[in-house]
């Protein structure tokens, strides 16, 4: 008899049935185990094919791969009740029968550390309402489809690899689910992931799909699928397609190094991206046709494409929602086209787009809020008839061209800014119309608002500041402005507004109109010589009136004390800024504008004074759109956990929007033992925004000379982008006594010739350490003496006039 092959031990709960029994075959061993026995193999090839209807373990003896089942036909392992098997490799050689097959609504398997090598029409097949577990498990099937569910099975894969299959590497049909954790599916000759039918879905956790000669994942027929944590690359088909009714969900995924479309859909699929990458795809990363069929981005990326196709295509009233989502490096970004498609996009930004960032047509709209776009060829595109949307709060940068309208199409913007196109910042023609509202463009090098062919665009409380040809050129009658301004209208030539915002005036005559029309004439072309019937459509642009003119803020700068080399840093940027303004208009390169400042010098010094003026004066030129001032400090930027600091940095920017940002104490966002202080995140935060947003905020930080020394060598980007430090000297004995006389004159007091000496004395005895105040001391001492002075008169029974002006130096602080 030769050697015994097969152990079984019965592992019955009965101590009398507890034997043991060596058999030379598997069929042997099966026949007599009973439920719950285990079948301990000895290395081998065992040419059987197996059939197991009873919950037992088949366990390699030697461990992994030194037991084979390879029957030469037929199924090599057929389950049909609760089994275990662990360390096996099972062949399999006829392409019409499964290799491994799961079936039966009792049947239970788990396959542990086994490895599939076949060459049949499955590799595993789940069947039946039939339950597996695949764990640290390898199918390797070049034949047909590596692991198949059908039937409403169930499947749980972990730690496995799918490979070398000749169709797809996973398919999930018929109602079934499996759920994936940590595995790989590569190198199949179908798709990685097959879904199909109601009810089929499959979740996949921190999975590689990759290598595959198809779609990374398909999924139709009403199937559902969630990844998270995935990464699908190097395909030949789309890394997903979705149709029929399908759902996909990706969750912090990576989707890359693909031929074709990153994503396809139709026929009514769904698609939702959380937190993931689309990125280095041939053709495009969403591609998203027919009605009902909708894309949802949250957070996501779509990046690094050299081909010509716009990256997101959305036809055929197929549907798009972008939420904080990145386009960058990209041929087109968005194009929407065809009657009821429609894209939905919120705080994202479109950036280094080589053609158009977001191009509609064919009736489609879109509707962007409070995004960005920067660096690309053109910001919008709205091409034909019944095409355009609404933009709220957005903003379009270094661009050729910011938005165009044509042959009919009607956009709404609101709110949205254009700054330095190269061309013109709005341009408009072919009966294009659209409508601008409470919009600004600036630094353009063509024109502001350019609209041609008479098409009746309506623009309301829009603003042209520092264009280098003109803010608003219209050829032709057509245009209807209300409210609207530019900096290139002298102030002499400004028209009144229309009769709708001055209903109390009589109407002009034919030859009043005339003359305003002839006032108005801004690169309006020929309006002024319009006759009265065009006059409805004229348009009537005035001067920028936001704020005082630059000589009142700088009269105010002058009459403060002290300061002369303050007052000459000033004058220096501000000659620097309008030279280059008329340079541009010149025709002549404007020299760079390094605004923000840094201020250094003990407290009181009027480093704040003196930025509020500063920003007055720039908003004066038109460097700024409003020139508000807005003070913080560590307090109000620095958050108590991860996150806050950002969005409080943030907040305090946008605030200062339109003016100027002054951080007092700046040093103090860097402490010196802060290695984990948030407060750097603050510094990077900020540095970003300046650079995101250059044009739009000054940023001034100020605080002690030495300190200040520090905080600029904290980031690399904080000392490039603060290149001009402004010193403010301590005031003098004599310039405290003029702060002192002024403080008198304003709130009507008067210093005798005696109290002024003694004043004199007292400011230059004071000690000048770190409390030292400067005019906050003068102040201060101002202050003290009204207290003594009220003290001393409330004692007069009849105090005269002078009695209750005059300070002496009895007044003094002690």
């Not at 949205?416 to 409508?435: K, L």
């Not at 209208?489 to 507004?497: E, G, K, M, R, Y």
């Not at 560590?634 to 200062?656: K, M, Y």
Request: aromatic share 4%; with cysteine; charged share 25%.
């Amino acid at each position: 008899m030769g050697e015994h092959r097969v152990r079984v031990t019965q592992d019955s709960a009965s101590r009398w049935r507890r034997r043991a029994g060596e058999y030379e075959t598997l069929d042997e061993a099966l026949a007599v185990a009973e439920p719950g026995d285990t079948l301990t193999i000895r290395p081998g090839t065992f040419r059987e094919s197996l059939v197991i209807d009873k919950p037992v373990t088949l366990l390699a003896a030697e461990g992994p791969g030194t037991v084979r089942i390879d029957p030469p036909g037929g199924v090599a392992l057929l389950v049909s009740a609760a089994v275990t098997v662990r360390d096996l490799v099972i062949g399999g050689a006829e392409l019409s029968v499964p290799a491994v097959l799961v079936t039966g609504p009792e049947a239970a398997a788990e396959l542990v550390d086994c490895r599939v090598a076949a060459r049949s029409s499955v590799g595993v097949e789940i069947a039946d309402r039939a339950r597996a577990t695949l764990r640290g498990c390898t199918v390797h099937n070049p034949s047909g489809l590596g692991v198949r569910l059908r039937a409403r099975a169930t499947a749980a894969i972990e730690d496995s690899e799918l490979t070398e299959a000749g169709q797809a590497g996973l398919a999930v049909l018929g109602g079934s689910t499996a759920r994936l954790d940590r595995c790989r599916l590569h190198h199949a000759g179908g798709a990685g992931l097959l879904l199909a039918d109601q009810g089929s879905g499959a979740e996949l956790t921190g999975c590689e799909i990759y290598e595959i000669r198809g779609s990374g994942v398909q999924a139709e027929a009403q199937a559902v699928g969630r990844l998270t944590d995935c990464t699908i690359h190097r395909v030949s088909g789309n890394g997903l397609t979705l149709d029929t009714d399908a759902e996909l969900t990706l969750t912090g995924c990576r989707v890359h190094d693909l031929p074709e479309n990153a994503a396809d859909l139709r026929g009514r699929s769904r698609l939702v991206l959380e937190h993931s990458t689309v990125r280095d795809f041939g053709r495009g990363a969403l591609s998203i046709w027919d009605q009902g069929t909708r894309v949802e981005a949250l957070a996501s990326e779509i990046h690094s494409s050299d081909g010509d196709y716009p990256a997101v295509w959305v036809s055929d009233g197929a549907q798009l929602t972008l939420t904080d989502c990145s386009l960058h490096d990209l041929p087109d970004a968005l194009f929407v086209l065809d009657r009821d498609s429609r894209a939905t996009a919120k705080d994202c930004s479109f950036s280094r787009i080589r053609s158009s960032a977001v191009s509609v047509s064919s009736g489609a709209t879109v509707a962007l809020a409070d995004c960005r776009i920067q660096e690309a060829g053109t910001g919008l595109w709205f091409r034909d008839h019944g095409s355009g949307g609404r933009l709220t709060g957005c903003e379009i940068s270094e661009v050729a061209t910011g938005v165009i309208v044509t042959k009919g199409a009607d956009p709404e913007l609101r709110g949205c800014t254009v700054r330095g196109s190269a061309d013109a910042a709005v341009y408009v023609s072919a009966q294009g119309r659209g409508s601008f509202e409470d919009c600004r463009v600036s630094h353009g090098k063509g024109f502001g608002f350019h609209v041609i062919d008479g098409c009746r665009t309506v623009l309301t409380r829009c603003r042209a500041e520092q264009n280098g040809r003109a803010g608003f050129e219209f050829s032709e009658p057509g245009p209807v402005t209300e409210g609207c301004v530019s900096d290139d209208v002298p102030a002499s030539q400004a028209v009144p507004p229309p009769r709708s915002a001055r209903s109390a005036q009589p109407a002009p005559s034919a030859p009043a109109l005339q003359a305003a029309q002839t006032a108005s004439v801004v690169r309006v072309g020929q309006v002024a010589a319009a006759p009265l019937a065009a006059a409805a459509s004229v348009a009537l642009i005035a001067p920028i009136p936001d704020c005082r003119p630059a000589g009142e803020a700088l009269a105010e700068l002058d009459a403060l004390v002290g300061l002369a080399t303050v007052k000459q840093e000033v004058r220096a940027l501000i000659d620097l800024i309008s030279v280059g303004r008329r340079r541009q208009r010149a025709g002549l390169k404007a020299p760079s504008l390094r605004r923000h400042l840094v201020f250094t010098g003990s407290p009181g010094t009027g480093k704040t004074t003196v930025a509020r003026l500063y920003g007055e004066i720039l908003a004066s030129l038109g460097v700024l759109q409003r020139g508000h001032l807005v003070e913080v400090a560590r307090v109000d930027l620095v958050g108590e956990h991860i996150g806050s600091t950002a969005i409080r940095t943030q907040a305090a920017f946008d605030r200062a929007r339109g003016g100027v940002l002054f951080i007092d104490e700046a040093y103090a966002l860097a402490p010196e033992d802060g290695a984990r202080d948030f407060g750097r995140e603050a510094i990077d935060t900020l540095v970003k925004l300046m650079e995101d947003h250059r044009d739009e905020v000054v940023v001034i930080v100020a605080g002690y000379t030495a300190e200040m020394e520090r905080f600029l060598s904290t980031n690399p980007g904080v000392s490039s982008r603060f290149s001009r430090t402004v010193t403010f000297p301590d005031y003098s004995a004599a310039e405290l006594l003029q702060i002192a006389r002024a403080q008198c004159a304003e709130h009507e007091y008067a210093l005798s010739a005696a109290a002024e000496a003694a004043l004199l004395d007292h400011f230059g005895a004071l000690e000048r350490g770190p409390a030292f105040g400067n005019g906050r001391t003068a102040r201060l001492v101002f202050e003290t003496m009204v207290e003594r002075h009220a003290m001393r008169v409330a004692q007069l029974a009849d105090p005269s006039t002078e009695d209750l002006q005059l300070l002496v130096p009895t007044d003094l602080p002690g």
